[in-house]
């Protein structure tokens, strides 16, 4: 099972910029759908972007056309691109595994149950 961690975040003024990594070790990279997921207080963790072996990719409405997702498979990073922030986007970011080759698409919809590997989450906030 591999193991996730992330890093980046921070502050940003809205309408500004933030990047995300997540370092994956201790597994087979190519076995696995990544996703970062968010989840902010008071509220359910939900999936923002997920993206597959093939890198496509998929987003939850709230953050189309604004955040980026990508990969780098030779190092075993995923990333998260975030632009044109709100203070909506605050929360804690979370990277995520799902095995068994699900595309972009289903484990967007499927969401948090078919994620079974988690990083420990860093913070963003973003200020008005």
């Known amino acids: 099972q591999v193991q996730l961690v992330e890093s980046g975040g921070g502050s940003a003024q809205s309408g500004g910029s933030l990047s995300l990594s997540c370092t994956v070790s201790g597994g087979t990279y190519s076995s696995y759908t990544f996703a970062w997921f968010r989840q902010s207080s008071g509220k359910e963790r939900e999936v923002v972007a997920t993206i597959d072996n093939d890198d496509w990719t998929d987003y939850a409405e709230s953050v189309k056309g604004r955040f980026s997702i990508t990969q780098d498979s030779a190092k075993n990073t995923l990333f998260l691109e975030m632009n044109s922030l709100k203070s909506e986007d605050t929360a804690t970011y979370f990277c995520?595994?799902?095995?068994?080759?699900?595309?972009?698409?289903?484990?967007?919809?499927?969401?948090?149950?078919?994620?079974?590997?988690w990083g420990q989450g860093t913070q963003v906030t973003v200020s008005s």
């Open positions: 995520a595994a799902a095995s068994g080759r699900l595309t972009a698409i289903q484990s967007l919809n499927l969401g948090m149950p078919v994620f079974e590997v």
